[in-house]
C-alpha cells in the first residue's frame, strides 16, 4: 500500500538533519553518505516516476530505486515503458504522455532519461508541477534553454540534480582539490579531451514506425523526419535534431570537471575558435554532428582551454560505420598552429591541468600526475579548500531532496558547463572564432552566431 502525500512530506521534513550532505557550516561541507540518504523506513520512502526509460534511463532509474519506490514509467516507446514496469516490480503506471504523469500530485520526484532535446521541456515542467528533478545530461539543447531553465529553477526552489556523475567520483574531486590548492602552480592551460567517437553513417532508408512508438511525440519540438532506428535508441546522439554529438554528450562531463578545477563554475570563455570535421559531409539522411573536433578558448581568468577529440581513442556507439581516416591535411587544418605534436595524436580522454610548476591528468581510469603521487607523504593541511563532498550521485540527490539544500551538481553551474560546449559547436558549424560575453551570455559582433543560442521550435512543444 503507497503512504500518503502527507507522510511523504513529513518523512522529508523529518529527515533534513540527516541529510546533512550539503549543509554549509562555517565555509566547509560535510556529507550523508549514500547509505544514510536512504529514507528509514519503506512506507516513508518518496514515490517517484521515471521518464526516458532507454538504456541510460533505466541506468539511473535502478539507482533511484534504492532511494525511493518507482510508481510511474514513462516512455514515448511504450513497449520500453512496459519493460520498465516489469523491471520494477509490475506495479508501476505505464503512461507514454509525460504530462499525464506530471499531473499526479503523489509523485514527489522525477528521473528525466529522455534524449536530449526532451530534457528542458520536461525539467521545467517538472519544476513548476512541484517535482524535484535527476536530470540526465547533457543539460539542454541550446544555451538558451539552459538560461530559462535555470530561472525556474530559483523561481520554483525544487532540487534538480544534473547526473554529471563525476562530481561524486574521488579521483576527479581529488584532482580539482589539487588544482584550487596549486598544487601544480598557477593554473595556465586545460586540456579537455573526449574520444573520437564515429559518426560516419547513412543515407538510412525510411522504415514503419514501431506500432509501440508515437513517433510524433519522441520528434518532440525537433523538425519532423521520416522515421529509421537510428534516429532513436542511443544513436539520437548524432544527429543535431536531437543532440550535439560527442561535443555535448561526453563534453558536459569532463568540461563540468574542467571548470571545476579551473574555478570557473559560474563563467565561461571570452573566446571560442572551433574546427570540426564532419564524415558524412553534410548528406541527406546521414549522422550530421562532428565526430573529430578542435576549440581553443579563453577564459577571464587568463587560462587557455583546449578541447578536442583524442584521435588515437577510436571509438564506436550503437549501429555506426568504421571510423572515417584523418589525412595529415586534415589534421594540420583541425589543429592549426602551436599545437604539441602530442594532442594531435593524443589516444586517452579525460582532463589534464597545466600549471608553471606540474601538471594532473584525470579520468575515469584514474589520477595521474607527480601532485597525486605525493599527496600520502604531503597531505594537504587541514584548512586547504575542499571540494564539496558526495560519493554516490544518487544519493547526494535524495539527501538534498530531504533537506532542501542545493546539489552538488546543481543547474546554474551545469548551465555555464554545457554552454561551452555549446558554443564549440556553435563556432565549428558557422566555421569562424566568436567572442563571448559570459556575464551577459551573449556573442559579441556577430548576428548569426548570436541567433543559434536558441532552434526554432515545433509546436505545441515549445519551451517558455
Known sequence: MRCSTTNRRDFLRQTASAAAAATVI???FTSARADEARPPSKNDRPNVACIGVGDRGMAISRQAAQFGDIVAVCDADLMRAERAKSEFGGTADVYQDYRRVLDRSDIDVVINGTPDHWHTLINISACRAGKDVYAEKPLTL????GKILRNVVEETKRVVQVGTQQRSEKPFQTA??????ERIGKLKQVWVVLPYYSTKGGPFPEEPVPDSLDWNLYQGQSPVHPYCTPRTQGNFRWWYEYAGGITTDWGNHHMDIAHWGMNCETTGPTSVDAR????????????????????RMIYPNGVELLYFAALGEKLSYGKVEEHAPTSEDQVAWLFGDGVPDEIKAYSRNGVMFIGNKGHVFVNRGGLHGKPADELAENPLPQDAWRVRPSD???????????????????????HRTITA?????????????MQWDPAAERVLGDDEAQSWLRREQRPPYRIG
Not at 580539482?176 to 590548492?181: A, D, I, P, T
Not at 564524415?279 to 554532428?289: A, E, F, K, L, S
Not at 554516490?392 to 553551474?413: D, W
Not at 560546449?421 to 558557422?430: A, D, F, G, P, Q
Open 26 to 28: 562555517s565555509g566547509r
Open 392 to 414: 554516490n550521485h544518487m544519493g547526494n540527490f535524495f539527501a538534498c531532496v530531504a533537506s532542501r539544500a542545493e546539489p552538488v551538481s546543481p543547474v546554474r553551474v551545469q
Open 142 to 145: 541550446t544555451i538558451d534553454e
Open 421 to 433: 560546449c555549446h558554443l564549440t559547436n556553435i563556432s565549428l558549424r558557422l566555421g569562424r572564432p
Open 176 to 181: 580539482v582539490e589539487l588544482v584550487r590548492n
Open 276 to 295: 570540426g570535421l564532419f564524415p558524412n559531409q553534410g548528406r541527406p539522411d546521414c549522422y550530421n554532428t562532428a565526430d573529430r573536433f578542435f576549440s
